[in-house]
């Protein structure tokens, strides 16, 4: 039995164990990130036990015995509850947590032992005395609960990728449409419910896209790395029609005075001003230790004055501030050329600001 087990799976297994020691010596994955990754592996995995004792074990058996049911109603909870664990690793609840926790758990709360008793209360399905299934009224019901937080799962990362490009939301999207379009065949086909496969391929392609994305996010700032930032120059630089450079003020002082502990939550509370107040149009990069530079799209000189001035503004209510320079992009002068622009024309800003202090 162990041998046809590990034959039936072996491509799977191999995949999961991969992944479960990738979540140890990742640098870019959260410590509760990669403990999440953990627990959906190990469901992974204790599905696909349990799947193959139910299908391949007790489904010949001639006489019926209540482990069938049993394996049966953890086979319907344990899909679900995988997709409930996934939820927090790119997309955990930061407010009100206590309170969505809860009701996103509520469905399966309820049907978890639904399914668990549907022996006993034919709902679901069944199994006569001669071990043969029969559907219940519910019948589609796990599958139901399946698609309910499969659709919040896919909308709660859709929402948590905004920030990140077209191609990673799209792949996002394929991950998770091809594992939902894959389910909904075998139903139409009536094939087996043995989907494990399908959640391991899921599973592998989503913490790779998760790495990824972690991967081009400055842990400390929660904005688009160095790396991040040369990618994009080695991109489509021909749509960048402003680039804003800034460098933090006195931050030495503050690491020498206060520690660097302290000098982290300032770099913090910048990096949040910036984010929040640079508008839409650019993308901001942390590109040294209090450096950081802004890539506009498709604006004009009013709009990158009125951003400047905005966030410059936003700042003067915190207890830091920042130097600005900025140069447009007239499209005859190469990205390089624009860059050292940018920087000449911050630290006459940040003369400028020391006269002043």
Known sequence: ??????????????????????????????????????????????????????????????????????????????????????????????????????????????????????????????????????????????????????????IQNIITLKRYSNFNRFFL??????????VATRIIANQSGDYTHLFGAGMVLYYILTYINKATIDPLTGIYNRPSYYKALRGDTERITAIVSIDMN????VNDNYGHSKGDEALKVVSKVILENMGSEGKVYRIGGDEFIILYQLVNETIVKSRIGLMKTELSRTEYSCSFGYAMNDHKTNIEDLIIKADENMYKDKEAVKRVE
């Open 1 to 154: 039995m162990l041998l046809n087990y590990i034959a039936e799976y072996s491509i799977l297994l191999f995949e999961l164990t991969g992944v479960f020691i990738l979540s140890f010596i990742s640098v870019h994955i959260s410590r509760k990130a990669a403990w999440l990754s953990r627990v959906s592996i190990t469901l992974i995995f204790l599905e696909t036990v349990v799947t193959f004792i139910e299908d391949q074990v007790l489904k010949p058996l001639d006489t019926y015995t209540v482990w069938r049911p049993i394996l049966t109603g953890l086979k319907y909870s344990i899909y679900p509850s995988i997709l409930v664990t996934m939820m927090d690793i790119t997309a955990p609840f930061k407010k009100n947590k206590i309170v969505k926790n809860f009701l996103l758990g509520l469905p399966f709360a309820i049907c978890a032992p639904i399914f668990m008793t549907t022996q006993w209360t034919h709902i679901v399905c069944y199994y006569n005395e001669n071990n043969n299934y029969f559907r219940g009224p519910l019948f589609y019901l796990p599958y139901l609960v399946f698609t309910l937080y499969l659709f919040i799962f896919i």
């Open 173 to 182: 999207l394929f991950i998770l449409f091809g594992v939902a379009a894959s």
């Open 250 to 253: 006195r931050l030495k002082y």
